[in-house]
């Protein structure tokens, strides 16, 4: 029994590596497909330009590019939107935003999968995860932040929500099509602000508001070559 679960694991392995061999020697990058440039108003929303740290720029590949503003709707609501275009290398281009979010002192709680109807385009799946991290106060008192965000991956074609799916897609258009689509990970987060304001939103209206937020963003960041569902 043991012998044939060997045998099997070698062949799987020997599969494996040999896929090596049926790359092509020299790839074709397909274009671009989301706009890297933020709008700077969004209906009610107006966004600011908001740094990207070196940290962040170092744990990436040095062709990766980024785009980030921080939007506000003049009423009290803030969302934080970010762009990550990954350069060449897909392995180091970019990655599952749960490392990021470790990385940054966040507790995370197992993303879900979220679908969000795009008007007059079609629907889009997401990954939502919820947040959460001590900080404290100017006066030295622990204070709670929660947070949720949704993010998902645009190549040139295709959408997906999962980071392993987006590494098959590549991993098949490499083998089988000899080309690479250049993959974007594009997030919105938003706090929920309940705790630490008289008039702070529930999960619930975090929800929406992030909801209501994708459903203008994504027409605008998204080209016309993407396929939705």
Same mark, same amino acid.
């Given at each position: 029994?043991?012998?044939?679960?060997?045998?099997?694991?070698?062949?799987?392995?020997?599969?494996?590596?040999?896929?090596?061999?049926?790359?092509?020697?020299?790839?074709?990058?397909?274009?671009?497909?989301?706009?890297?440039?933020?709008?700077?108003?969004?209906?009610?929303?107006?966004?600011?330009?908001?740094?990207?740290?070196?940290?962040?720029?170092?744990?990436?590949?040095?062709?990766?590019? $980024?785009?980030?503003?921080?939007?506000?709707?003049?009423?009290?609501?803030?969302?934080?939107?970010?762009?990550?275009?990954?350069?060449?290398?897909?392995?180091?281009?970019?990655?599952?935003?749960?490392?990021?979010?470790?990385?940054?002192?966040?507790? $995370?709680?197992?993303?879900?999968?979220?679908?969000?109807?795009?008007?007059?385009?079609?629907?889009?799946?997401?990954?939502?995860? *919820?947040?959460?991290? *001590?900080?404290?106060?100017?006066?030295?008192?622990?204070?709670?932040?929660?947070?949720?965000?949704?993010?998902?991956f645009a190549g040139s074609k295709d959408l997906t929500p999962s980071h392993f799916q987006r590494v098959w897609i590549d991993s098949r258009d490499r083998i089988m099509g000899g080309y690479v689509q250049r993959w974007a990970m594009i997030m919105v987060?938003?706090?929920?602000?309940e705790a630490h304001d008289r008039f702070g939103r529930n999960e619930t209206a975090t929800d929406k508001l992030l909801t209501d937020f994708v459903?203008?963003?994504?027409?605008?960041?998204?080209?016309?070559?993407? *396929?939705?569902?």
């Open positions: 029994m043991t012998t044939s679960r060997l045998a099997i694991l070698l062949a799987v392995l020997l599969a494996g590596l040999s896929s090596v061999y049926l790359l092509p020697e020299k790839l074709g990058f397909q274009p671009v497909g989301i706009e890297l440039r933020l709008p700077e108003y969004l209906g009610q929303w107006w966004g600011q330009e908001m740094q990207v740290s070196q940290k962040e720029r170092d744990t990436l590949g040095p062709d990766t590019e $980024f785009a980030r503003k921080g939007y506000d709707n003049g009423i009290g609501a803030q969302v934080l939107a970010s762009v990550v275009l990954a350069g060449e290398d897909m392995m180091t281009g970019i990655h599952r935003p749960e490392r990021c979010l470790a990385a940054q002192g966040w507790t $995370f709680q197992t993303p879900t999968a979220r679908m969000i109807e795009i008007p007059g385009a079609g629907k889009l799946d997401v990954m939502r995860v *919820q947040n959460s991290k *001590q900080v404290m106060t100017r006066d030295g008192k622990p204070l709670e932040i929660r947070n949720i965000c949704y993010y998902w987060s938003a706090d929920i602000t459903q203008q963003i994504a027409p605008k960041v998204h080209k016309p070559t993407l *396929q939705y569902d």
